[in-house]
C-alpha cells in the first residue's frame, strides 16, 4: 500500500515520492568528508562538485576510465559511493528491479592508485548483487547474491561467501515482500565498526503461502506466478538477527525475547564496536521495545520501550539510530506526548524532550555535533506545507530557518558538517527550483533559476481551503476552479481521495491540482477539481489526528470526506447533481466506499487498483491500523467496500491489473461477484499483467486515460450550467 502513491495525485506527488525514493535508493547524497562536495553521476562520467566553487566540476572518472578493459562503451552508472579514504569509487550498473525498486544488478570498483576498473562477484550470476556497501577501511566490499552475504577482498579479490542456507524462501541480508513493503527493509546486513563482523537480518518465509497471479498472455499455456504474500491473519516470516566475521565461520544469533514469528525486527543497527540495538514490534505493532545486544554473546536488554493504544510506526523518521559520538545516548522520534517529538535517550533508557511544542517532527535533516544543532522538517501553522527548523543540540524552543517568502515545500539534503544544504522548493503555484544554501543563515550560495520548461507549463489556479464538517472537525482541502469560471452558473466537481494512513493529498507542492489521467484540461473543460485531507492521512497535526483511524478505515475517514463534501457543495456554484470522486489504491478503496456508503452525495466513481475486502490485504499494513484476528475481524469485514456493495446506486468505472502483486485481482473479482449478486451494473477495465501502477506494455497509460477521460466525460459531463 506505500508504494505507486504518486499515481493518485498526479504530478504533485509524483515529484515528490519519486524524489524522495531515488535519494532513498541511493542512500542519500555522497558528500566528501568535509562536508563541501558532493558526487553527481553523469552519462558518460562521475565528478565532483564544489559547494564552495559554483558551476565547477572535478572529473573523478572519466568515460575512459568508465570503460571495462575490452569493451567499447563505458558502465551506465546508476549509483555511487566513495570509500572513506576516497581512494575507491563502488559503482552500481545494470540494475533491475525487485518488485518496487531496482536494488539488483553489478558491481564494479574502480581504484584511484592502481587506476583499475575491477567487477565484483566474479562468477556470481549477471545483475544478483545487492546493496555492496564498502568496509569503513574500505579495504573490502560485502554484498548479497542469491539470499547468501559475501565479503571480497579488494587487494586481490578474493571472495569469502559467509552463508550458504539462502533460498527463495531462507533470506539472508534482505527481506520477504512484505517487509520491503510495509517496513521498508531492503538493505539487510550492516558493517560493525572495526570492519570485522557483519549483523544481518535473516527471515525464515518457508510457511508464508504464495498467492499464484495467472500470467494468460505471455505463453501458449496460461502458468503462474508465485508472490510470497502473508495476508490478514497468516503469520509473519520468522525473523532474526545474526552476527557473523567476515573471515567467515558461524553465526552468533541475537537472543530476541518473544516469539520470532509473532514479533517484527523493522530497525537495527551498530550500537558500539561489540554492540547492536534493535527495535522489536509486537504482531498488533502498538508495543515497541528497543534491546541492545551484546554482539559476542546474542545477550539482549531491554532499554526502552514504548506503548500507543493505536500503532507505534516505525516508519517514523528518524529510520535508524542517529548516535551521538560520545556514544551514550541516540535521538529517537515519538508521538507519546501527543506530537511527534524528538528526544535524547541513553543506554538506560533515560530520555529527554528536544523539540517541546504542540507541533510535529516530519523528518529529520541533520544532526551536527560540530553546530551543536538539530535540523528537522515541520510545519507548526500549516499541515500542506514544509520547512526547515532548527532547535540546539542539549534541546530547545525550534527556530525556523526557511525563508518566510518561500511559502509551500521545502527539502533538504543537509551536509555532514551541517554548514550547507542542497535545497528544493516547490508550491502549488510554482515549478520546483533547486539551489544550495549556507546555513542557518538560509544564504543561497548558487542556483535558483527557473527551468525553461517552467516558462511553457501551465500551472492550475489551486485554492487552498479549511472546512469543519458536522462533526465539528476542521479539514484542509484544495479545488481548482474552471477556466472560465462564472459564479452564476453550476459547475460538476470531481474530488480526488486517498484517504488512508500512507499518503496526504493536500499539500502546497508543485502538480497539486494537475490529474495526469485527465487527457486534457479539467478547467479548461469545465470542471471543478478538488481533494480533502481526511482524519488518518499522515499530515503534521498531531498524533489525535493521524490515529483517530484505529479499527476505522472504511469508515471514519469515508465519513471525513463525505462530510467535507458536504460543506463544499454548499457552494451556490457546485452542480449536486454532477459530483465524481475518484482514487488509485487506497484511494480507490475510498472511492467504492464513498459511492457506496453515501449516494445522495457521489454520482461517478472511478476505483483503480483497489483492496475490496479488508481481509485479502498483506498482514503488516492492514494489522496496524485494523486489529488481529479473530478478535477484530469485524472491523476489517463492516468496514470494506465488500460489505457496502448492495447499495450501489451511481456509475461505476472499476479498473485493475490482473498481475498487481499489491493489491492482487482477486479484490476486482470478489467486488464483481458481490454486484451481480445484487444486479448492479458498472464497467469494468482489467489490465492483463500490469501491476499496481498499471503502466507496463505499449499504450498502456494513454489508454487508461483514455478510458478515464470518456467514462468522467459521459457519466459527469463537464461545463456550466
Known amino acids: 500500500m506505500t508504494q505507486y502513491l504518486a499515481r493518485l495525485v498526479g504530478l504533485a506527488g509524483a515529484f515528490s515520492l519519486l524524489t524522495a525514493a531515488a535519494w532513498a535508493q541511493n542512500a542519500g547524497t555522497q558528500w566528501t568528508k568535509d562536508g563541501y562536495g558532493y558526487l553527481q553521476v553523469r552519462p558518460d562520467s562521475v565528478v565532483q562538485l564544489d559547494i564552495r566553487q559554483p558551476g ?32 575507491r569509487i563502488l559503482l552500481n550498473t545494470n540494475t533491475k528491479k525487485v518488485w518496487r525498486y531496482d ?11 592502481t587506476k583499475q576498473l575491477t567487477q565484483l562477484g566474479k562468477g556470481r550470476p549477471e545483475s544478483s548483487l545487492m546493496f555492496a556497501k564498502f568496509s569503513p577501511d574500505g579495504s573490502k566490499v560485502a554484498y548479497v547474491s542469491g539470499h547468501n552475504l559475501f565479503v571480497e577482498n579488494l587487494a586481490d579479490h578474493a571472495i569469502t561467501q559467509l552463508t550458504s542456507d539462502g533460498t527463495d524462501k531462507l533470506i539472508n541480508g534482505t527481506f520477504d515482500w512484505v517487509y520491503e513493503e510495509e517496513l521498508d527493509c531492503r538493505d539487510g546486513f550492516r558493517w560493525s565498526p572495526d570492519g570485522q563482523h557483519l549483523a544481518y537480518w535473516q527471515l525464515d518465509a518457508t510457511k508464508t503461502r504464495n498467492y499464484l497471479m495467472l500470467n494468460t498472455t505471455e505463453a501458449l499455456y496460461p502458468f503462474t506466478v508465485p508472490v510470497e504474500y ?109 506530537w511527534r517529538h524528538l528526544y535524547q535517550i541513553d543506554r538506560t533508557g533515560k530520555e529527554k524532550l528536544l523539540t517541546p511544542g504542540s507541533y510535529d517532527v516530519i523528518s529529520v535533516e541533520s544532526i551536527s555535533e560540530a553546530t551543536g544543532t538539530i535540523y528537522f522538517l515541520a510545519s507548526p501553522t500549516n499541515a500542506t506545507q514544509r520547512y526547515l527548523y532548527k532547535v540546539p543540540l542539549k534541546g530547545g524552543k525550534a527556530e525556523r ?52 520548461q517552467a516558462k511553457m507549463m501551465k500551472v492550475p489556479k489551486v485554492e487552498f481551503f479549511q472546512v469543519k464538517t458536522a462533526d465539528g472537525v476542521t479539514l484542509d482541502g484544495w479545488l481548482v476552479k474552471p477556466t472560465t469560471f462564472d459564479p452564476a452558473k453550476k459547475y460538476p466537481i470531481v474530488f480526488m481521495v486517498y484517504g488512508e494512513p500512507a499518503s496526504q493529498t493536500v499539500t502546497d507542492n508543485f502538480g497539486t491540482g494537475f490529474n495526469r489521467l485527465y487527457q486534457g484540461s479539467m478547467a479548461d473543460d469545465g470542471y471543478i477539481y478538488a481533494s480533502i485531507e481526511n482524519r ?52 480507490g478503496s475510498s472511492t467504492l466506499s464513498l459511492l457506496f456508503q453515501y449516494p445522495k452525495i457521489y454520482k461517478t466513481g472511478i476505483s483503480i487498483a483497489a483492496v475490496d475486502n479488508q481481509l485479502n490485504y498483506d498482514n503488516i499494513y492492514q494489522e496496524r491500523y485494523m486489529g488481529l484476528l479473530p478478535e477484530d475481524k469485524h472491523f476489517f469485514v463492516d468496514n470494506s467496500p465488500l460489505a457496502h456493495a448492495k447499495n450501489l446506486r451511481g456509475n461505476l468505472l472499476l479498473v485493475h491489473g490482473t498481475g498487481d502483486d499489491n493489491v492482487h485481482y482477486n479484490n476486482a473479482e470478489q467486488m464483481i461477484n458481490e454486484l451481480v449478486k445484487n444486479g448492479k451494473t458498472f464497467q469494468l477495465m482489467a489490465y492483463p499483467n500490469r501491476t499496481h501502477g498499471i503502466s507496463e506494455g505499449e499504450g498502456t497509460s494513454k489508454h487508461l486515460a483514455a478510458t478515464y477521460t470518456k467514462f468522467l466525460k459521459e457519466n459527469c459531463p463537464p461545463g456550466g450550467r
Request: some cysteine; proline content about 6%.
Open 56 to 87: 565547477q566540476a572535478r572529473t573523478l572518472l572519466s568515460k575512459r576510465q568508465l570503460t571495462p578493459a575490452g569493451q567499447m562503451a563505458p558502465l551506465g552508472v546508476r549509483r555511487v559511493a566513495l570509500s572513506d579514504d576516497g581512494r
Open 103 to 113: 536494488t539488483r544488478g553489478d558491481y564494479w570498483v574502480y581504484d584511484t592508485g
Open 230 to 338: 502473508p495476508v490478514v491473519g497468516e503469520d509473519p516470516s520468522r525473523c532474526r538477527v545474526g552476527v557473523l566475521a567476515v573471515s567467515g565461520g558461524p553465526t552468533k544469533w541475537m537472543d530476541v525475547p518473544g516469539d520470532a514469528v509473532q514479533h517484527y525486527i523493522p530497525r537495527m543497527e551498530w550500537a558500539g564496536p561489540n554492540e547492536l540495538i534493535i527495535q522489536q514490534l509486537n504482531r498488533r505493532q502498538n508495543e515497541s521495545r528497543l534491546m541492545l545486544c551484546t554482539a559476542a554473546t546474542g545477550a539482549v536488554k531491554t532499554i526502552y520501550t514504548e506503548t500507543d493504544k493505536a500503532w507505534v510506526n516505525a516508519k517514523d523518521e528518524p529510520v535508524g539510530w542517529d548516535w551521538l559520538k560520545d556514544g551514550k545516548s541516540f535521538v529517537w522520534a515519538s508521538e507519546k506526548d501527543g
Open 401 to 452: 530557518v526557511t525563508p518566510s517568502s518561500l511559502s509551500g515545500t521545502n527539502s533538504y539534503e543537509v551536509s555532514p558538517n551541517g554548514k550547507v544544504a542542497l535545497h528544493r522548493y516547490g508550491s502549488a503555484s510554482s515549478y520546483p527550483v533547486s539551489d544550495v544554501v549556507a546555513l542557518p543563515a538560509h544564504q543561497r550560495l548558487s542556483g535558483g533559476e527557473t527551468p525553461e
Open 536 to 587: 488518518g492521512a499522515p499530515a503534521p497535526r498531531g498524533r489525535e489526528f493521524r490515529k483517530s483511524i484505529y479499527h476505522n478505515i472504511g469508515a471514519l475517514n469515508i465519513r471525513d470526506q463525505a462530510m467535507g463534501a458536504t460543506e463544499v457543495l454548499k457552494n451556490s456554484w457546485v452542480d449536486t447533481s454532477r459530483v465524481a470522486v475518484w482514487g488509485w489504491s487506497g484511494g
